[in-house]
């Protein structure tokens, strides 16, 4: 069997997110979604606020198993016996930033990256214009899934 | 008749934004320039600065206008009935965000965003790197409307 | 009154510029679609069929012309009194060239050329792959309006 | 047990493809390696010396298994039973024309496209330029399995 | 003293071929500008003719010499002495094929490649566009020196 | 004799690095190598260590000197009477941002600007990527020099 590691920021998950994992969830036996603590950026949902959101928005994928760490990626992967890791890849820009950081993690522990192309209706959607957007009251209810949209409504009362 | 918007940072202004504005207030009947609150950057002009070096580097043009907003853009474009947004396309860089947050847009809002290719001879200015030259003394009196330039010349004096 | 041009090699014209072309159609007054002779590639359909295939795709918009080159962009700009070219703009890949033609454009000619996104939706579909699929018996008919599809299936009998 | 498809031209075979296969060989039950006729090109060796190359150089591995075809990838795939398709990636050239290509197939069949990055330290070996320096007599061998290194030999005696 | 070889196409030199040789002979001893036979391209001026525009465009350059060669650009930079290869950057899109070019040369040979910035004015002029503009009556005297223009004019009569 | 400056943040310096100016060092008479304070980022290392971990790096290789710069980077290559800055070229994401400070710095000084690719096995380190691993305790010690990885595990004791 085969189980990947598919990790991120999800600050917040979004529609994107949600179709890549569908396809993972078609494609390996098992595929652990997990939230890191992104040491750079300061969030705008805390850890345990983005993991509840993970749980909510693939609760109907039966084997989808979400998680959070606060360690390298790599051993999240070791730790969980993972295969290799998948990532998301959506623009040029992505690209070469997440092929640094594969040819690094083999590097250091022998793990494995595959990429995933993103559906491309779902292609431009980001976390970090969802922020931007919903902190002034746009509407993004199409790209998000719906706990997450609550969540957002919660935070930016209109 | 038609209305564009050319929303920015615009901290500050500089050749590359003056060129762009010369053309499409050639090729539009009215062009609003407005300089916005940049939600994740700490600002080098405040901006009320930002918007009078805007109204003093395009007072010669008849059909532009300039103003300052501190909401989604795209409330902007609907608030001044303008037909569709404009920016600049400089670099591949600048190009793939952009395209991302012109998706974006028209998702939240039905705006559209045209792109319009800055003039090669200003390509290479941006606004990061002239702050960071003329926090040191660098002369970018080239690069910038005069009245951009005496104002970097009384922040930065000599 | 906004008249506006845009061309490109159409061989043969699919959903991506039908949405290109609807998008222009709503932002301006006129919109010239042409199909131009391309000196370096041997065409799938000849100038003949591919204008009519514009012509077909184009027929319920009625602010929309459709017809045919065989010289410089810039001169059919020109001869036909556009404001300005619109291009599509769909991946980094086509940015580059397209922002050299446009500023090689703007040098003998004056002619200014604008960028339109293409909707995401739509973003991956190229005439190349089109060919190729359609060549091979593959399925098509979603990525092109129905007179293309006709003339594909025609061309390419299973 | 999960079976990639790995399509290409491989006119001819070099260590990046050798590479990529070990590591899929690695990370899969079974890995199918095919050499496809490219309408669009004039090969360099027919597509009776590229199979025979690839199966003299893959020999080593036990679940790798090579073949050939002359219709869509995604035929090969569905004829083949594969789960998807797998993909190199060297390089943001690389990636946007394949990005595009694996969203075509997917509209067209379903099969799904996965990326693998090519290992670093042959990132930079490509076919065209194999057969370019081959060609005057530029000493490849180091790049290439040592079957190909003896028919390019052959092909181009010094 | 350090002498650079500069190698190209140059079917035709132009202004950005120009300002790149001014800086290389304005930084180096001695510059070799040496066009190459292509084989990949059907060239629009012969060899003879690219070596006599060479010569004519660079007469002016003191420590500028012009040659031709039909072999791999290695072998023309060691059989000239040359310390390193220079070659323009222009563009994202140059950047990878020449990256990768420069990783196999040295490989082959040790020889060593360095990359020159275009100046910005001239970015955007490109050989393939110039013919393309020139066959068809368009003026892009404004972009390649006097003898090229010359010649261009000669070859597509108005 | 010609000197060249190779400026950077060297926070810290590693492999990749290290390549590039020996490389510079088997090109050019003599190479500076000067770690300059970035004013945007908050460092892992002070400018001390940084120089000293230069100091130490380069310490086999008689050409090279190392120093520190708290000003432009222009002015820093005029102080030292350099004929030109270089700077590596490991991706396209570098390349833009490089151009653009390129184009500018010598429109405020007249200084040109270099690159120099980064050997393809050493392409993938970045200084980013090693802070990041080694803070949680991941072994980078086969990316960096060994000065530099005594002072990582001193700082980041497992």
Same mark, same amino acid.
């Given at each position: 069997?085969?189980?990947?590691?598919?990790?991120?920021?999800?600050?917040?998950?979004?529609?994107? %997110? @949600?179709?890549? $994992?569908? /396809?993972?969830?078609?494609?390996?036996?098992? &595929?652990? +979604? #997990?939230?890191?603590?992104?040491?750079?950026?300061?969030?705008?949902?805390?850890?345990?606020?983005?993991?509840?959101?993970?749980?909510?928005?693939?609760? %109907? @994928?039966?084997? $989808?198993? /979400?998680?959070?760490?606060?360690?390298?990626? &790599?051993? +999240? #992967?070791?730790?969980?016996?993972?295969?290799?890791?998948?990532?998301?890849?959506?623009?040029?820009?992505?690209?070469?930033?997440?092929?640094?950081?594969? %040819?690094?993690?083999?590097?250091?522990?022998?793990?494995?990256?595959?990429?995933?192309?993103?559906?491309?209706?779902?292609?431009?959607?980001?976390?970090?214009?969802?922020?931007?957007?919903?902190?002034?009251?746009?509407?993004?209810?199409?790209?998000?899934?719906?706990?997450?949209?609550?969540?957002?409504?919660?935070?930016?009362?209109?």
């Amino acid at each position: 069997m085969t189980r990947v590691l598919y990790p991120g920021s999800f600050d917040p998950v979004h529609n994107g %997110h @949600l179709e890549l $994992v569908e /396809t993972a969830a078609g494609l390996f036996d098992e &595929v652990i +979604v #997990a939230a890191g603590r992104n040491p750079s950026k300061a969030p705008l949902f805390d850890l345990d606020e983005r993991e509840a959101m993970l749980k909510e928005s693939f609760a %109907h @994928l039966s084997n $989808v198993r /979400t998680t959070r760490f606060s360690t390298l990626v &790599v051993h +999240v #992967a070791m730790d969980e016996q993972c295969d290799f890791i998948i990532k998301g890849l959506r623009a040029v820009s992505d690209f070469e930033s997440e092929l640094h950081m594969a %040819h690094m993690n083999k590097a250091v522990s022998g793990v494995e990256t595959l990429f995933v192309p993103s559906a491309s209706s779902s292609s431009f959607i980001a976390s970090k214009l969802i922020r931007e957007i919903a902190q002034y009251g746009g509407d993004v209810s199409t790209m998000v899934p719906a706990p997450v949209a609550a969540r957002l409504a919660e935070r930016f009362p209109s």
